[in-house]
Structures are given as structure tokens and as C-alpha cells.
């Protein structure tokens, strides 16, 4: 008999007698996994990867065991011009198209349509996604950062912005280099300018000392470049 041999017929009754010990707990992680792996599948289903050169979407272990979230809104010219609001919840970005970008004026409500979840190495994808290609045009990197959940009670924010985003009513604080304070992502009832069957949402600021009348300052048009790279967006798509 081969050593080979040996060790394959003491492995095999182990193993089998170690998964059946563990059916009821490994079953339940599974299923868990499950979920979680189908969050960016979506994400991948929609993209050619040898046309476009947005990462691939896997999902990141634990984000940022020290406690920061991140943030990221990207300035994309699709077919439609919008700004990508994405938070970092779970291992993923929560992902948004606000057709109008924020506003920093407590009295504006923008619509903000939920999209597929993003991989966090999005949030430093700039670039132009090619012409015929899933949301093809210049994305631009317009504002990066870290944010709280303003419910959070001891410091865990990413269990108060999960809980928040399950109940369609999301308060989160910026701190980018653009957008600062306190707004809300409260979800509506409609599917408004929806495409993907995901529920519209409204993004409204909330009255802090960062908060200022749309007739004063209007934080899309101050801010025309990159935050990272500082090119317009001209520059970004002329870059190829
Ligand atoms: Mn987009």
C-alpha cells in the first residue's frame, strides 16, 4: 500500500464525520455567505471586464477594522450626467445615482435611485468606461472621504448604518474633502427613474453649520475638477 493511499483512507471518514457534527452551524453559514457573495453579482453580471477597465467586483473581507467608513461620489457622465453617492456598509458600497448631485440646502430634496451594490475598490476607479459598455462615459472621482451613522450608540457605525439602510431611513454624517455634515437617505414608496427595480430615495441635508441656501452656494458647480487627479472632466475622457 502507497503513503498515498493511506492517507486518503484515514482523511475521508474523518472528514465526513467532521461535516456531519457541523451540518446545522456550516449550513446556516452558508446560506449567510450566500446572500453576501450575490450582493456584487449583479455588479459583475453588467460588466464585460476585458472592455471596461472598472475593478472586478469581489467582496472586501472586513472594510476597515479600525471603524472608518468610507465614502465616494463619483461625477459620471452616462447617457444622463448624475453623481454615484456609494457608502461603504458590509463589505460593499451602497450605491446611489443622484441625477442632480447633492445640495447642501436643507430645503432641496435630490432623488438619489438605489443601483447595485459596487466593490470597494470602486472608490478609486476614475476613467472612461468605453462607449457601448454598461454606463459607458468619463467618470470623475468629484469627492472622497470617511462617514459616520448618526445614530450609532458606542462607535459602531457600520451596525447603525446597516440598521438604517434596512429601514429606508439613513442619517449619515460626510466627512470628505467636499461634503461635510449631516444628511438624510430616507427611501420612497415609488420606483421613480428606476431601472433596476431598486426603490428611489431622497437625499436631503440636514440643518448644521455646514448647511447653506441653494441661492448662496451650490457645492456641484463650485466643484468642477477631480478631487484626487484635479482634471475636469474633459481632461479625464481626453485621457482615454
Ligand atoms: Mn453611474
Redesign the pocket.
Known amino acids: 500500500m502507497s503513503p498515498a493511499k493511506k492517507t486518503t483512507r484515514k482523511a475521508a471518514p474523518k472528514a465526513v464525520k467532521k461535516a456531519a457534527t457541523k451540518k446545522p452551524a456550516a449550513k446556516k453559514t452558508a446560506a449567510a455567505r450566500k446572500g453576501k457573495t450575490e450582493s456584487l453579482a449583479e455588479y459583475n453580471r453588467k460588466r464585460d471586464f476585458t472592455r471596461t477597465a472598472e475593478p472586478a467586483g469581489t467582496r472586501a473581507r472586513r472594510s476597515n477594522s479600525a471603524g472608518a467608513l468610507r465614502f465616494v461620489i463619483?461625477k459620471?457622465a452616462?447617457t444622463q450626467l448624475?453623481f454615484?453617492l456609494r457608502l461603504e456598509m458590509d463589505g460593499v458600497m451602497k450605491s446611489w445615482?443622484v441625477p442632480k448631485g447633492p445640495s447642501s440646502d436643507p430645503s432641496v430634496k435630490r432623488l438619489a435611485m438605489q443601483?447595485e451594490d459596487h466593490p470597494v475598490s470602486y472608490n478609486t476607479f476614475e476613467g472612461t468606461i468605453p462607449e457601448g459598455e454598461y454606463?459607458g462615459g468619463t467618470v470623475m472621482l468629484w469627492d472622497t472621504g470617511t462617514y459616520t451613522a448618526d445614530s450609532a450608540t458606542d462607535g459602531d457605525d457600520e451596525t447603525a448604518a446597516l440598521a438604517g439602510y434596512e429601514r429606508g431611513d439613513l442619517k449619515v454624517t460626510f466627512h470628505g474633502k467636499r461634503m461635510h455634515g449631516s444628511y438624510a437617505l430616507v427611501r420612497t414608496k415609488g420606483f421613480r427613474g428606476s431601472s433596476s427595480s431598486k426603490p428611489s430615495w431622497l437625499l436631503i441635508k440636514h440643518r448644521d453649520q455646514y448647511a447653506r441656501p441653494a441661492e448662496e452656494y451650490d457645492i456641484v458647480a463650485e466643484h468642477m475638477t477631480s478631487v484626487v487627479s484635479k482634471r475636469t472632466m474633459d481632461e479625464i475622457r481626453d485621457a482615454g
Open positions: 463619483q459620471h452616462a448624475h454615484d445615482a443601483v454606463g
